[in-house]
């Protein structure tokens, strides 16, 4: 499997060129452009599915995240993928650890590496803003996504990373969602609320825009839907 | 303090490196990455009551935010602007620059940022009833959707109004209607705004109110 990432960092699309029984496992939507002869196989989870009940509930929770396998039926085969919002990608090779990708930055991995979707981690505490997180575990390439450019920050300590701004972050890190600086009322009307602390060693790799604040300055020059 | 643009012109960030006692004032909202011992305060938008007038009338935050290193040792920071775009820097010593609403990132202590009334017509433009001035001996880092163009004009020269990002306090801006008052009112369209003096205009190469205008009739009805 050879993964080529096109374009960076504006308009970043990822060309993964599959030899025969290779497998990429992608997010829903995320496929551009593949060879002719490409099986596709849909799944709602790469292992223990939990079954159709599961996925609906995830579904009604606003967070549906089907799968999609890509596996080249003859000799080789290339899938392209891209993404709805301009920005850039970046491979992470894993080795027998754990990443967590936050759900809208994750497009795709290698299928040897195992997707947990139902990872809870601090999603209850984001109510309101639809965040879900990816576990992946295991060994092999993965491949994220970004609002903009992404840069990684090492934390050795503490470090604060507003929430919108998360691409993915080793497991081995420590978080707690809090204020940022002293006073949860000066965190509140400084506009970052709640905030992600990260505490520990490890890496996190931040976007640096958040499509949720893009979104609110397009949405004042939107007209409502007079439905 | 180190800074440094970084992210190209087409998503433009801002690493800070605070030292010890300095502080640095930001847009609300601002801030992406920090280290976690930072010192957050909010502040009023100059003042209780042109901030408030600033939020309804301006189209602009209620607070700015100060972050400010209280420990020993450099701490990190990351600034962002809630649009993709470029950032550029300006050095002010004793001068001042006027910003239009939203294109503020952050300022070094010794900036001031004033408020100056812009008037109806301004108002009228949708760029807001009141607008920046900043003044004083700093930097001053601002932003805007799209790359940024800078002119340097002597007499008179046009953009199209939601473009201009800043300009020299000495360059007054007038708007005129390119079609009819109803269509130029009712419409939201066919203004665009007459530059007229000596000094620099800054223009941004696209506008969020074209994208949303763009967007719009799109949706079903």
Sequence with gaps: MKIELLHRPGNTAAKVTLNQGEVITAESGAMIAMSGDMDITTTT?????????KA????????????NHFEPKGVSGEVIFGTALAGDMMTLNLDNESLIVQGSSFLACQEEIDIDLGWQGFKSIFSGESMFWVNLKGRGEVIVSSFGAIYPIDVDGEMIVDSGHIVAFNETLDFT??????????????????????????????????????????????????? | MKAEIKGSAAFAYLDVELDEGETITTESDAMSSMDADLDLTAQFNGGFFTGL????????????????????????????????????CIELNGDSFCLQPGAFLACTDGVDLGVRWAGFTSFIAREGLFKLEVSGNGKLWYGAYGALLEREIDGEYIIDTSHIVGYDPSIKLKLQLAGGIFSSLFGGEGLVTRVVGKGKVVIQTRSIAGLTSWINPKFPM
């Design chain 1, 45 to 53: 989870h790469k292992k223990k599915s939990g079954g159709f009940l």
């Design chain 1, 56 to 67: 609906l509930k995830r579904m009604v929770a606003g967070e549906s995240l089907f799968l």
């Design chain 1, 177 to 227: 969602i809090t204020k940022a600086g002293k006073s949860w009322l000066h965190s509140f009307l400084g506009g970052e609320g709640l905030v992600c602390k990260f505490q520990g060693k490890g890496t996190v790799w931040c976007q640096s825009h958040n499509p949720n604040s893009f979104g609110s300055s397009l949405t004042s020059g939107l007209r409502a839907r007079r439905a």
């Design chain 2, 53 to 88: 007038a600033r939020k309804f009338f301006g189209g602009e935050t209620l607070f700015i935010s100060k972050f400010t290193n209280n420990v020993t040792g450099t701490r990190r920071l990351t600034l962002v602007q809630p649009t993709p775009g470029e950032v550029k």
